[in-house]
């Protein structure tokens, strides 16, 4: 069965940092490129990172670039984000994807 697992969110103060992991099972990534998403409470799913199946390749949206970084251990069957210098804005339900495989999120809360 396969099955994606997020982790790692929780409340932090801005400027604070956070990494985000995402686990697979029943299947293994090394085949894959993978995404990172969020969706804020109201708002569409945005696109956060990607990143390219031999890991050399990584792109963001421009609002979490310098401050956000997505890497993957294979071994592990495992994606992560690195996010640094948090803010408010970035609060949201984080999300990975592979190919049409979704996880079930974790919630990210940016507040003082």
């Known amino acids: 069965q396969v099955q994606l697992v997020e982790s790692g969110g929780g409340l932090v103060q801005p400027g604070g940092s956070l990494r985000l992991s995402c686990a697979a099972s029943g299947f293994s990534i090394r085949n894959y490129g993978i995404r990172w998403y969020r969706q804020a409470p109201g708002k569409e799913r945005d696109w956060v990172a990607s990143i390219s199946i031999t890991g050399d390749l990584r792109n963001y949206n421009d609002s979490v670039k310098g401050r956000f970084t997505i890497s993957r251990d294979n071994a592990e069957n495992t994606v992560y984000l690195q996010m640094n210098n948090l803010k408010p804005e970035d609060t949201a339900v984080y999300l990975c994807?592979?190919?049409?495989?979704w996880g079930q999120g974790t919630q990210v809360t940016i507040s003082s």
């Open positions: 994807n592979i190919v049409n495989y």
